[in-house]
């Protein structure tokens, strides 16, 4: 039997691993399987770069969304092969120095992809919620 003082210090530890899942933040492979219908959601509010693209993830995940252009270029690649998004060289870049950027646009069929990919969260959305809800 453990005494006061260690069952307060597993308790402690208990909690802090809780505490630590409950409020870290949301990082790409936590999200596998819904990142292409997010930035297919960015990329309807208008055209973007990727930078664009990753910082309107981020602050419409309010912070607590953790996406790298090392999570997202791959995504945008991918997006753009399977015809959902098409891609552009910025031809003036207006007097920013650095390299050409790539801008992206949603078309068409990205679009109804976009649609599906929304349905599809719903669906994950109310099931999960079922299974974690308790009984009633």
């Known amino acids: 039997m453990l005494s006061a003082d260690k069952r ?3 308790f402690d530890l208990e909690y802090l691993a809780w505490y630590n899942i409950c409020v870290a933040k949301i990082e790409g492979n936590q999200l596998r399987g819904h990142l292409d219908a997010m930035v297919l959601s960015c990329l309807e509010r208008g055209e973007g770069h990727g930078f664009e693209i990753v910082r309107r993830l981020d602050a419409a995940g309010c912070g607590e969304l953790t996406l790298r252009e090392g999570t997202v ?3 945008l690649y991918r997006l753009e092969r399977a015809g959902l998004i098409a891609g552009r060289w910025e031809e003036n870049p207006g007097g920013r120095r650095g390299p050409r950027r ?6 068409r069929n990205g679009q109804r992809r976009l649609e599906a990919g929304r349905e599809q969260w719903r669906r994950f959305v109310h099931i999960v919620g079922n299974i974690m809800e308790p009984a009633t």
Do not use: E, G, N, T
């Open 8 to 10: 307060s210090r597993k």
């Open 73 to 75: 270029y791959p995504v």
């Open 102 to 107: 790539r801008v992206y646009r949603l078309r």
